[in-house]
């Protein structure tokens, strides 16, 4: 694809049920990373992947928090029992290899808008 | 973990150049400093990099010392459109793969 594709762009869901956010990166990108932004806030690193491997979780706020990557492509943050500070947006974005390493950069998504009522 | 610091805030007017410090007293030897800018409700996006001395594209200059501790941004001539949260990288993310982005810079251009 052109870029990173996050979907859906806005989800409104219910306080206590589970959600669903998706990631596609760039074709071929071997990294992935998620972060939440808080309104007026920077970001908030929560994960990456290197390929399907998720060398560290720590950044995940809580347990019902999840999130998985096959065929080192698309990738599915998941949100149990969602409460109202998750409202946020959820920003994924893919790099070539490891950011950091020999200058490469991110490219992100647009984000998905996450409202719990 | 180590972090990077910038100012919270600045202030400019069309026509000026706007110069945004960030320190990175932990950067490490692989590590490259990277500068991204967000637009509201966009996702970041990647404006500059370097390793040391000075990088010039057609947006942006970084100024780079030789201790690597910290950076300068320069925007030359600034718009309106060029309103937006500037981001510093330089944490240590080469040796954990965490790419972590501090609270950033919010720049307002006024007319």
């Known amino acids: 694809g052109a870029g990173v594709s996050q979907s859906p762009s806005n989800k409104v869901t219910e306080k206590g049920k589970d959600v669903e956010l998706r990631c596609d990166p760039i074709?071929?990108?071997?990294?992935l990373y998620w972060y939440r932004q808080r309104l007026g806030q920077g970001l908030e690193f929560l994960i990456y992947?290197?390929?399907?491997?998720?060398?560290?979780k720590s950044g995940l706020p809580s347990d019902r928090f999840s999130a998985e990557r096959t065929g080192e492509s698309v990738s599915t943050l998941t949100i149990q029992r969602t409460q109202q500070e998750d409202s946020a947006v959820y920003l994924c974005?893919?790099?070539?290899?490891?950011?950091?390493?020999?200058?490469?950069?991110?490219?992100f998504g647009q984000g998905t808008r996450l409202t719990v009522v | 973990l180590a972090k990077t610091t910038q100012p919270i805030s600045m202030d400019s007017y069309e026509g000026q150049e706007v110069n945004i410090t960030c320190s990175h007293n932990?950067?490490?030897?692989?590590?490259?400093i990277t500068w991204y800018q967000q637009f509201p409700s966009q996702g970041p996006r990647f404006i500059i990099q370097?390793?040391?001395t000075k990088v010039t594209n057609e947006v942006a200059s970084l100024f780079i010392p030789a201790d690597r501790k910290s950076s300068t941004l320069s925007l030359p001539r600034v718009s309106l459109s060029d309103t937006a949260v500037y981001y510093c990288?330089?944490?240590?993310?080469?040796?954990?793969?965490?790419?972590?982005f501090g609270q950033g810079t919010t720049l307002q251009v006024k007319p």
């Open positions: 974005a893919s790099s070539p290899i490891i950011v950091g390493q020999l200058g490469t950069e991110a490219f």
């Open positions: 074709s071929g990108h071997t990294a």
């Open positions: 992947f290197q390929g399907n491997s998720a060398p560290d």
């Open positions: 932990n950067i490490a030897t692989n590590d490259y």
């Open positions: 370097g390793y040391k």
């Open positions: 990288l330089g944490d240590g993310s080469s040796n954990t793969g965490k790419l972590i």
